[in-house]
């Protein structure tokens, strides 16, 4: 069988290869090739999920799984495992994993499910969904720079896909919209984080990315509808009500972020990242901001980890 | 190497088995899968053409290829063939597969490219494309009704992506907003085809098909911005022109189609099917209507063969 | 006189007849009959509201007749009778048709005003207005099976008329927005219900009800600018209230219809319907869901009166 | 039997009444009522046209009930009568009624349809339409300063009815977005015009009038599909053809008709009105415009009758 | 040197000639010329604010300085004083002009900064901003008859520029879109004021003024992303909580105008301006108001100084 | 008088310095400045165009004082001189400032009018309308890199302000909306052209140029309604149908531009520059494309002037 990832691999090659839940096995990465009439090949028709590791332990793992399950409610297809054994797997690939990384490093754990080859025009076609869960190591020495710098965002010409076409509240594998806005960034600056704009003009998020700003001691997210509903915006969110700062979702545009105090980055991976500019215009003095950075200590507190340490030890 | 199409088929089965092309060679298609990590699974970042044979000789391949072509070009992805090999490989795929099919059956011939698994945080990474010519029987018995008494439309509530968005003019891998549209009809009426509105109202086009209305003498179908310009619907154009059909682009909405005379779509599969209702409302007099019909000739001589035969044949 | 109305009716007939208040008299029905000139009839220029009796009483009339008032005030239609006076002639015309039906039916009771006559190029013409009460039964039979499996929604390609042209929040005789939205619906499930998007592509009402979701024990639905403010959806909301379930009027969407827990729609004559399917899709396991069942549980203490049990008993 | 026109008349004041045909009978207008359940009144669910007589005979007439059939296609009335039927009706009301008319004087000629008391809840209810033809006579003495002066156009705030939600291009009893635009400038200036814009901001046309810009020579009105498609406008459209001025429908703003050098209005009443301001800024230089002065020619000698000096004759 | 205002003025004349402050200088208005190569003069690109006195005395104007700021910040132009800077010199223009008006009359202060005459295709020009403080007298009078009868306002066709296009956040010298809009309505009524909607028909603001509603006893604003958030505006909306009248920032629309019990406008020089008609149609009874009489009271209060009264006497 | 143009100028100074045409006088540039109340400065209330010279004699001169007259037109300004006065009062001015350029360079002439000071809310005022006419010399050496290089575009996330809140189709001093994009797009790359999208998300304009693609052979240029109409690209579209070139208007989109074939962008100074790539993508196969290049050879035969070489000349 031919695929493009290597398949003569000795197995002293396979001993330092990532394993993958595929479809009932675990089995090596380089053996996890899906059909090419498979739908989330032939149309992006699939759903993911992605949780990170704290020093090796998965964190909110329930949550991601829980929203990976709302995704594929929204897209109708029938989900392949319950939440436990989406757990359960995701707990084993990542047991057998981890010799692959450093003490100081992390895993995402990615879950993914489409519905497989059945044939849409034929309804008597048995539907044999597609899942896969597996590790990718977190780019902590790529970001490095960031957590020392801020992050520089920019705001692409491109729109978010409007809900009525498609909701960006489904994490789908139909990331076209958000790759091509991304792209159009990074051709200006390859180390920029692409935050696009809604159909209405308003912020709304980046490519597995969340926005946040501060303006006089509040912080500002964009509004659910038309965004991913982070599971590290669901948890800065109570860590502002827990720190006793005001929070809230609201509608924000271009005059919010330019005149804000201070702006941040959520993602899993990220957790937290300090923005320092956006469109090329500095935003508050210098990153953290204060706000910024009693979030950072709670959500740190949160992890009982530095993720901002892990990230700045990978400084070369 | 684990794979959910069958690994174990004995050379009997595979003389049965159909072949694609597989960045560089041609095997089984049963061998034909991609990594996990190829960028048209995990994104459905990856375009697609397709033409159909008529009589098992392509038809137009090469204007299908030049669209393929100009689907790259936006998504900003190298070609890893010339327009001459992509004919060169598709024909070859297609020599190889006509003793699978009946002399009067056809085949939609794909081509399919993602920029495979290379990781676009790491600029290093070789970008090794992912290439697929494939072949797919034209479903003829199952549309075979619907030639015989009129494709019923239904038009959803999704809308279709607007171009600021995602442009609808390249055919990508992203085609969940088309499924979400056609699932929601099709939950409705198992055999009507689904045409999006686009975000101002109009008619737009379906999962590979476009729209043309007859009205008091005129062919009238939308304007390109916000549609898949066909091959097929643009053979129609030529086609009128020939027959001295005034012809033209143009918005249409919903009073265009329930006051139109005719209606009909056309796919590179379908060539041109007569619509009998739209919503559930009658359009015209019996299908096909005498423009429809005018054309359905005409394309026919053009092919040289009766595609509506060919359909009605397969009637149970 | 000529009307389509049957004129001779012999006096047996007309004990059988229900009558209605016209214009200062209350008649019998067939001789309730408007002028082709009434403006009411020639731009649907008229507005009216309908309370329901529960058990042979009207429940919240005035909450009715005070909604009355303010859709004439944003038309400009200068109110032809108090709110006190629409009350009592109410309670009058009811009180005559009450013999008509059984102790286990009830009505709804209309109030209609059109500015009558009057040429609007002429300020001189008397501005006569024409005002009806009337009853009609409530159709309990015919729904008696939605109370039992749920309702199912469909959402219709059209969309609700956006406010900038004529706000929905005035109840009016110009119904064919809703009327095309409705058919549209009907054509494909003639027991389905339209709920219509807004101009944002955001759920926002059906001919004559208003749409609530539940998620994570939360009761959601559309903000008022975009629905008629139902009196049904008020009193839904205050038993929410009463019964300590979180809700508010917020933007909502097909990803939120898709992914709720429950579903009901409430209108005057329906109190609070359950929802099993929205465009062909489960909502829920079962109906009711156990908030629609509290809320139906406080409704029903509310009106001292199991609704429920009204419409069931009508089950052939 | 009730009705709000007198029903006492005596037989020497039905000599001087206009007659309507009313279902199928001509009958003194007064007795032309319908039910207040026909869905006409309750819904304004009824399409109507309107021609106009020139010298007691009406012109172009077919073209109107033609237009009248497809309103009716569009909202899935059935026709009640052909359009043959309907001129032939048409036709003989007006017999009946010119002699209550002067010489100088004309009728405009109505065909109104609904669907009658049908409930939509209840297929099996019998579906008898009502049809209404009658005469009303052209308001020329009010309209007779404005062929001198010219009129004034107001562009309200209020927007025309997207075609998403209702085409405007059905004549239907569903005018309150017009009039609500109406009244909103009648209360500003009782002698202006309202003209709407469409929700993309472009002009549309106003309560039954379309309108024309002259710029550099050319000949300009919006597009077919925010407004309905008036028969004087498609004179117009012809006449300019005959006279070699270039004229084309595209989309138009304020900008253009700040900067026009003619402006006018078509209706079938109007034929063609020079307009002299557009929102209080003059247009051109004193009304009619040469361009607009050829049109008006034109108009009369297709008419064979002067209509702008009908007009201009009842000027008190 | 030339400039349109006269520069021979005798030392007479002088004494009662106004001063500003001009790029660092105290100096007779006269002399306050900017280049035609003045960036706020090509291109509006200027920012300004303006507080008022009360009895002479500056009120709020830090918060006036403050969001002068933000406007500055939003164009990316650097301030050329710091706040306490631009306030020193305001209090010390108003002191060099408050000999020339009585006692019983105020002063605008307006604070106005562009970046000079730098070429922006010039990056090593020195970039010297123009800076001007200057004082306007309040036109009481002009105004008087309106707080006698409240003020009449027109909603135009012309839409507020949406934040996506210019944000209206920003108080900048680019206000020809609310001129156009405010000649629009100052067309049909020399006295009224105009209050544009924003791109999605919902009320906005005016030039220079904020629009409150009362209904049902609360208090209602149009949100803060589609106005410049006023000073009086927020005055109000603080007055308000000390009152304990419920407050809130909502979308508006034209049928919350026409339905609501009172409504004012709020502005630096009007504080509170009760409304007695929307497009002509009167709203309440009587002005002012009683919730709009409650804030009058309490905002002469808070200013310890009767802002009506003042307006009143000025009454001819 | 104080003006931050220095006003010390000794004697030889002046004669090396412009002069311009200052409200009916022609005096030294330093001594045009208008007062700081001038409505050109406090709302960018005034109007402005500008034509350059080709080889020191203007070109096309009466097409941009015929388009200065619209934008006035449009804004409800008294134009305060004729065409011909504007055009001979231009020609002065230039004939006055040519001693101060090579004969190698080439000036722009611009022609500005406002209203002056006169107060809006004081009809009595007198309006005296300031009106500047200046030259600039052309940027020859900035730009020559770019007719050596081709263009770089950018399209910012900032809209273009939409006709129905201020038509694009007049020039005026509100320049903030272009100027934001402009500034978001050099703040990224500091020699790039921002070509803004309108609201529909559709190819518009930027600051002073309008953008062509060339497809499949044919020149395609943005619909007239959201952009300034150019004298050059008027003059472009004239020398395609002379040279058989098809051109046309029409929606053009991202697909457009990174699909095109070459793309060049139009302006008064520039005539004809093409364009290298639109977001950092690659356009064609190098520049002039050969379309480009046909019409640039005939605008140069059409000015009698190889404006490409006079740039080239320049480089450094």
């Known amino acids: 069988m031919t695929c493009e990832s290597p398949t003569h691999a000795s197995i002293a090659q396979r001993a330092n290869e ?24 032939k149309y992006g028709e699939a759903v993911f999920d992605t949780a990170r590791t704290v020093r090796h332990k998965p ?30 797997q995701s707990e084993a690939v990542l047991a057998r994993n981890l010799h692959l990384i450093g ?7 990615f879950q993914r499910v489409s519905p497989g080859t059945a044939d849409p025009c034929d309804s008597s076609s048995a539907r044999k969904p597609t ?5 990718t190591p977190l780019p902590l020495a790529a970001r490095a720079p960031q957590f020392r710098d801020g992050a520089r965002v920019l705001i692409p010409a491109t729109r978010r896909t409007p809900p009525d076409a498609l909701s960006p509240r489904a994490k789908t594998h139909n ?14 600056d390859p180390g920029a984080w692409a935050i696009l704009l809604d159909h209405n003009g308003n912020l709304a998020e980046g490519l597995g990315s969340n926005i946040f700003l501060v303006r006089d001691g509040e912080l500002l997210t964009p509004e659910q509808r038309y965004v991913l509903p982070g599971i590290s915006r669901d948890t800065v969110m109570e860590l502002a009500q827990q720190e006793s700062i005001p929070a ?8 919010d972020a330019f005149t804000a105090d201070e702006c941040f980055l959520t993602s899993t991976s990220l957790c937290l990242l300090p923005v320092s500019s956006v469109n090329g215009r500095a935003i508050g003095q210098g990153v953290p901001g ?14 009982d980890f530095d993720f901002v340490a892990q990230y700045l030890n990978k400084l070369a």
Chains 1, 2, 3, 4, 5, 6 share one sequence.
Not at 63 to 71: D, F, I, K, T
Not at 290 to 303: G, M
């Open 290 to 303: 204060p706000v910024s950075q009693r979030l950072i200590d709670a959500y740190s507190r949160l992890l």
């Open 103 to 109: 003490e100081d490093e992390d895993y995402w754990i």
């Open 59 to 88: 964190f909110k793992l329930r949550e991601h799984v829980v929203r990976l399950m709302r995704s594929l409610r929204y897209l109708g297809i029938q989900p392949p495992l319950s939440v436990d054994e989406f757990m359960q």
């Open 175 to 188: 990331y076209l919209n958000l790759l091509v806005a991304d792209r159009e960034v990074r051709l200006q």
């Open 18 to 41: 990532r394993v993958a839940y595929f479809n009932g096995n675990i089995v090596p990465e380089s053996e996890v090739a899906v059909s090419f009439r498979d739908r989330g090949f």
């Open 131 to 135: 899942v896969i869960i597996e590790c």
């Open 248 to 255: 809230r979702e609201t509608s924000l545009d271009l005059f």
